[in-house]
Every structure is written in structure tokens, then in C-alpha cells.
Nanobody, 126 residues
Framework: QVQLVESGGGSVQPGGSLRLSCVAS???????MGWFRQALGKEREGVAR????????FVADSVKERFTISRDNAKNTVYLQMNSLKPEDSAMYYC????????????????????WGQGTRVTVAA
């Protein structure tokens, strides 16, 4: 069973940047990989996703100008670069792998993903 481990979270001031990493313990080639976040008292929401073979990224409109998703297949790693962070970006960020090998276009909810990491916390505050 492949495991996903997130890292890179932390505390940062508004306007700052963080890069989250999601390292898989096994091969994630030809998988849709996603980043989700969940703030306290709120539902989990999709932030970005990318297919490791097709490479086409999808980024939520709320963060599109500030967040970038990428992958390094040689390292079985997916990244989320977050710039110009705002307090409302504070949340637990989760990495997830989609079911099967289908593309990411229609996978925009948590139920489309069946393998999850433990999360890494991001706090944006002055």
C-alpha cells in the first residue's frame, strides 16, 4: 500500500510563501494527485490537482493566481507552491491520490480520491 507524506507546512506572515511536498512511498505515475485543505469548522476543499502522466494542472479559482502545482515523477513527489499567502489560506493541507488512472479534469471533490496523507498545517498570521 502506497503511503503519502506531506511536509513543508508552517507559520508564515501574510504575503509570504511556502512550498508543500507530498512524497509517495511507491509509484504514483499515471495517477491524478490532488491537494486539499480543511480549515477549522469548514469542509475539505480542493486546491489543486495534476495528473502525473498527463501533467495538466487544475487550480481552484480562489488560489489560481497564487498557487502552483507540479510533480517530479522521478521522486514520486507532488508539490504545491503557495505565494502571497493570506490568513484565509490557513488550514490543514492534505495530499491525495485519485482512484485508478483516469485524468484529473472531472475529479474536483474529495470523494474522487481514495488515498490520503496525514496533512501538514499552514498558518498565515501577522
Amino acid at each position: 500500500q502506497v503511503q503519502l507524506v506531506e511536509s513543508g507546512g508552517g507559520s508564515v506572515q501574510p504575503g509570504g510563501s511556502l512550498r508543500l511536498s507530498c512524497v509517495a512511498s511507491g509509484n504514483i505515475y499515471n495517477k491524478c494527485m490532488g491537494w486539499f485543505r480543511q480549515a477549522l469548522g469548514k469542509e475539505r476543499e480542493g486546491v489543486a490537482r495534476i495528473h502525473t502522466a498527463l501533467a495538466m494542472p487544475f487550480v481552484a479559482d480562489s488560489v489560481k493566481e497564487r498557487f502552483t502545482i507540479s510533480r517530479d515523477n522521478a521522486k514520486n513527489t507532488v508539490y504545491l507552491q503557495m505565494n502571497s499567502l493570506k490568513p484565509e489560506d490557513s488550514a490543514m493541507y492534505y495530499c491525495a491520490a485519485g482512484r485508478g488512472s483516469d485524468g484529473c479534469a472531472a475529479r474536483n471533490t474529495a470523494s474522487d480520491f481514495d488515498l490520503w496523507g496525514q496533512g501538514t498545517r499552514v498558518t498565515v498570521a501577522a
